[in-house]
């Protein structure tokens, strides 16, 4: 393996996406420079909570299947660099090193858990990319990653959609999938990016009418 890996670097350099300096496509440098949020964010209003004990306002949790949101960074121009080449140009070791950043958060969560389960793509996403850039996140994070849920429905891009017409657009778009216990189970969900929060919600929202507990998500860059 590491032989491939020098045969790889040799004809196949990598540059980092932000500086172009050789030898990882975000280089330790870059990683220090970019724009981080620190501590949860509430899944409803965004406000970012200090407590170690409870991650949504008690006023929003009536309105959220998810139980806290843990966003590594803000979704900015560097971040969305580095998101796209990952998504756009299907370079996978971009995600391996992104997989790696989120470690530390992953790591340092203050409860026991049970599964770490990616966002699913539909069939025709995953043959149209290649890859789930939210399972390859979730493989790199933890080795309780399960692919619990299948997206069976293939919705629309929804980038100019807002969140009541997101979370319309999603009904029954995921199912659990067969042979998991997911009875006072707590649960991470794994994505690369969160605009809205309906994704989320709607994921939590069928993990938890399966019986799961807690269902908190980690994502790499936050709207």
């Not at 032989?3 to 790889?8: C, D, H, Q, T």
């Not at 539909?122 to 933890?142: H, V």
Request: with cysteine; charged share 25%; proline share 4%.
């Amino acid at each position: 393996m590491r032989l491939l890996e020098k045969f790889l670097d040799i004809f196949y350099p990598k540059y980092c996406l932000l500086c172009l300096k050789s030898g990882r496509y975000i280089c330790k440098k870059c990683i220090e420079s970019l724009n981080y949020i620190n501590g949860p964010c509430c899944p409803i209003c965004s406000g970012v909570l200090r407590s170690k004990k409870h991650f949504i306002h008690n006023v929003c949790q009536r309105h959220s299947s998810l139980d806290g949101l843990f966003p590594l960074l803000k979704y900015d121009e560097k971040s969305k660099v580095i998101l796209s080449e990952a998504k756009y140009k299907y370079t996978k070791e971009i995600i391996v090193e992104m997989a790696e950043m989120l470690k530390p958060l992953y790591a340092n969560l203050p409860f026991k858990i049970d599964y770490t389960v990616p966002v699913p793509l539909s069939s025709e996403r995953i043959n149209y990319r290649g890859f789930n850039q939210s399972e390859l996140l979730a493989k790199g994070i933890s080795w309780k990653y399960q692919n619990i849920l299948t997206k069976e429905k293939n919705t629309i891009p929804q980038t100019k959609s807002n969140r009541s017409e997101r979370l319309k657009k999603l009904e029954n778009a995921f199912v659990i999938n067969r042979g998991f216990d997911l009875r006072n189970k707590n649960i991470v969900l794994i994505d690369d990016v969160v605009t809205t929060g309906s994704t989320l919600q709607e994921c939590a929202k069928i993990l938890k009418a399966s019986g799961a507990s807690k269902v908190i998500a980690i994502v790499w860059a936050k709207d």
